[in-house]
């Protein structure tokens, strides 16, 4: 094959020569500046394939009028005239697509300025109530906690008022009340005519014995007669009411009732008669059913050892109350102390005429 290096010679086959020389012109063209082209064409995704294709149709007449001639070059030998250009080919089927060109470079990314705050927009309308929920069922109670500390005690109020005084127990008894004060007489019934004014025997204590009502009662006052005619003097004593032991005869427990003292009529009454003492209870000292109790007069804790009771009158009749009698403290030495009433002996006066002194008990 005919080099192309020879196309600038001066070989006698001038035709062909030339002929291959514009080959390898278009070629070497083709060669150099086609890639060139399709270099940047591919890079700016701009190439036009019309244009492209004429250009290898061009090449593609060219190579077929070359082959021919080496063809015909080769038949003849180097003598040969030269043949007759042979037809153009067909062009050439177009070329593949040139390779993708490389990705830009990324443009810049610039936020634009923040636009101004719009106007704050009129506040709608209210809308309608919405309808209320039924209440829930109440839920179930928790456990009790525990008991907290006790606090500390508070300091003690002020004393209220006294309130007024209720009415007494037993009370409404006032018809069966006792009264016995009649004297036997005006000069020869004191009890003193009876009784032996010996040392020991002085009467400073008389006890008259007595029996509550059935129902019981509350004490009003105790009363006693006394006689003038054989006055000696003054003399003080009070009154008391305690409960008495039938069995062992005499007084027992705290006194129910204590009077204030009293002294005995000075002068005595001009016509020498009897006078009665009252001691009124301002408690209401209550006295229990069907018992036996001793309304006592003594000068106990107000006396000298001369004073006595030997004033006091006897009731009148014989044992005008059945269901008492006349007591006289008569054991051991004169007392001057209340205390002895619950300790001393207590004996029971009773003769042919004495059996109570006279004396009262009076119930609410």
Same mark, same amino acid.
């Given at each position: 094959?005919?080099?192309i290096?020879?196309c600038?010679?001066?070989?006698?086959?001038?035709?062909?020569?030339k002929?291959?020389?514009?080959?390898?012109?278009?070629?070497?063209?083709?060669?150099?500046?086609?890639?060139?082209d399709?270099?940047?064409?591919?890079?700016?995704?701009?190439t036009d394939?019309?244009?492209?294709?004429?250009?290898?149709s061009?090449?593609?007449?060219?190579?077929?009028k070359?082959t021919a001639?080496?063809?015909?070059?080769e038949?003849?030998g180097?003598?040969?005239?030269?043949?007759?250009?042979g037809?153009p080919?067909?062009?050439?089927?177009?070329?593949?697509s040139?390779?993708?060109?490389?990705?830009g470079?990324?443009?810049?990314?610039l &936020? %634009?300025? +923040? =636009?101004?705050? *719009?106007?704050? $927009? !009129?506040?709608?309308?209210? #809308?309608p109530k @919405?309808? /209320?929920s039924p209440?829930?069922?109440?839920?179930?109670?928790?456990? &009790? %906690?525990? +008991? =907290?500390?006790t *606090?500390?005690t $508070? !300091?003690?109020?002020?004393t #209220?008022?006294? @309130?007024? /005084?209720g009415?007494?127990?037993f009370?409404?008894?006032?018809?069966?009340s006792?009264?016995?004060t009649?004297?036997?007489?005006?000069?020869?019934?004191?009890?003193?005519q009876?009784i032996?004014s /010996?040392?020991?025997?002085?009467?400073?204590?008389?006890?008259q014995?007595?029996?509550s009502?059935?129902?019981?009662?509350?004490?009003?006052?105790?009363?006693?007669?006394?006689?003038?005619?054989?006055?000696l003097?003054?003399?003080?004593?009070a009154?008391?009411v305690y409960?008495?032991?039938?069995?062992?005869?005499?007084?027992?427990?705290?006194?129910?009732?204590?009077?204030?003292?009293a002294?005995?009529?000075?002068p005595?009454?001009?016509?020498?008669?009897?006078?009665?003492t009252v001691f009124?209870?301002?408690?209401?000292?209550?006295?229990?059913a069907?018992?036996?109790?001793a309304?006592i007069l003594?000068?106990?804790?107000?006396?000298?050892a001369d004073?006595?009771l030997?004033?006091?009158?006897?009731?009148?009749?014989?044992d005008?109350?059945p269901?008492?009698?006349?007591?006289i403290?008569?054991?051991?030495a004169?007392s001057?102390?209340?205390?002895?009433?619950?300790?001393?002996?207590?004996?029971?006066y009773?003769?042919?005429r004495?059996e109570?002194?006279?004396?009262?008990?009076?119930?609410?």
């Amino acid at each position: 094959m005919l080099s192309i290096a020879s196309c600038q010679s001066a070989d006698p086959t001038e035709y062909i020569n030339k002929t291959l020389c514009d080959v390898s012109d278009a070629l070497s063209y083709v060669t150099l500046a086609s890639k060139a082209d399709l270099n940047n064409e591919a890079k700016a995704r701009s190439t036009d394939d019309s244009a492209l294709a004429r250009q290898i149709s061009q090449v593609t007449i060219q190579m077929a009028k070359l082959t021919a001639a080496v063809v015909a070059l080769e038949a003849e030998g180097a003598t040969g005239s030269p043949g007759i250009p042979g037809t153009p080919g067909t062009p050439g089927l177009a070329g593949a697509s040139g390779p993708t060109g490389t990705t830009g470079l990324m443009g810049l990314s610039l &936020t %634009g300025p +923040t =636009g101004y705050t *719009g106007a704050t $927009g !009129d506040t709608g309308m209210q #809308g309608p109530k @919405g309808e /209320t929920s039924p209440t829930g069922d109440t839920g179930i109670t928790g456990p &009790t %906690g525990d +008991t =907290g500390v006790t *606090g500390p005690t $508070g !300091d003690t109020g002020a004393t #209220g008022d006294t @309130g007024p /005084t209720g009415g007494c127990p037993f009370a409404g008894h006032a018809a069966e009340s006792l009264n016995f004060t009649e004297p036997q007489g005006t000069t020869a019934t004191a009890l003193s005519q009876y009784i032996s004014s /010996t040392a020991n025997f002085l009467p400073q204590s008389l006890a008259q014995t007595f029996l509550s009502p059935p129902t019981g009662a509350s004490l009003a006052s105790i009363a006693f007669t006394f006689l003038s005619a054989n006055f000696l003097g003054e003399v003080t004593f009070a009154g008391y009411v305690y409960e008495w032991d039938v069995a062992a005869d005499g007084p027992v427990g705290q006194a129910i009732f204590a009077s204030p003292p009293a002294v005995s009529t000075a002068p005595p009454p001009p016509d020498g008669g009897a006078y009665i003492t009252v001691f009124n209870s301002t408690t209401c000292a209550a006295l229990a059913a069907n018992t036996t109790y001793a309304a006592i007069l003594s000068t106990a804790g107000y006396f000298t050892a001369d004073q006595r009771l030997d004033l006091v009158s006897i009731a009148q009749g014989i044992d005008p109350y059945p269901n008492g009698n006349l007591f006289i403290a008569s054991g051991g030495a004169i007392s001057n102390d209340t205390q002895h009433f619950t300790s001393t002996t207590w004996a029971p006066y009773s003769s042919s005429r004495v059996e109570d002194i006279a004396f009262a008990v009076t119930y609410l």
